[in-house]
């Protein structure tokens, strides 16, 4: 069965540390994949999304990811955290149809971040 | 492109009364979603379409909950009789080809049933 796994429910890093949140999935072929980032109160945005080709993939917000086909995995990376960067983070994997855009979303990993 | 706009953004109501919410996709987006999120049950995907007609609602949770898009510029979500396990965030998102299957999401509706 299609899944995505994000261990880390909270993660609190200092202002100016780097930062990894973990996603892994479970998913027959390779799949789409998707980072998305979610402010108090406001709806998700997208940080970055990997198809195909390329393995580590650049976003917006200084945010990277990088797929690994053998672990499974699609960690969000970022060198320096910046206060504004707390908020709550999902990972997402699909589609669970091929030719459809229906994704299943992770339970999300909050990042709380100390000045 | 002002983005997905949704309302109201927050909505509180009594039990067994009717919400509709609404949502305005970004032009041109031809995929629009509407998605509830609770602290419990995380992200849940209830209905998709396509072209404004419906193509999974496997996830409305019951047939009090019912989806509508008249048209390629508005989307209704529709729960009657509302009930307080109802209570959540509700997101409508869209897409499209040009977007490389990524959601823009609008803000929100904030439902409390009482």
């Known amino acids: 069965a299609q899944s995505v796994t994000q261990p880390d429910i909270h993660i609190t890093v200092s202002e100016g540390a780097s930062l990894e949140l973990r996603c892994n999935y479970s998913?027959?072929?390779?799949?789409?994949l998707f980072w998305y980032v979610q402010s108090p109160g406001q709806g998700l945005q997208l940080l970055l999304k990997y198809f195909s080709g390329d393995t580590l993939v650049q976003g917006i917000k200084g945010f990277e990811a990088e797929f690994k086909r053998s672990q499974s995995s699609f960690n969000l990376r970022k060198p320096s955290v910046h206060w504004s960067d707390a908020a709550e983070y999902f990972c997402a994997v699909g589609p669970v149809t091929s030719g459809t855009y229906k994704y299943i979303f992770g339970t999300g990993t909050r990042l709380k971040v100390l000045a | 492109d002002a983005g997905v706009i949704q309302s109201p953004r927050h909505e509180v109501t009594e039990m067994g009364q009717e919400v509709t919410l609404r949502c305005k996709p970004i032009s041109g987006h031809d995929y629009l979603f509407w998605y509830r999120q609770t602290m419990m049950r995380g992200l849940e995907l209830l209905i998709y379409?396509?072209?404004?007609?419906?193509?999974?609602d496997s996830g409305m949770p019951e047939d009090r909950f019912s989806a509508k898009m008249p048209n390629a510029s508005f989307s209704t979500l529709k729960i009657q009789p509302s009930e307080p396990r109802d209570s959540a965030v509700y997101f409508c998102?869209?897409?499209?080809?040009?977007?490389?299957?990524?959601?823009?999401f609008g803000s929100g509706t904030r439902l409390t049933v009482v």
């Open positions: 998102a869209s897409s499209d080809l040009q977007d490389n299957y990524g959601y823009t």
């Open positions: 998913y027959g072929a390779t799949p789409y």
């Open positions: 379409f396509n072209n404004n007609v419906p193509i999974d």
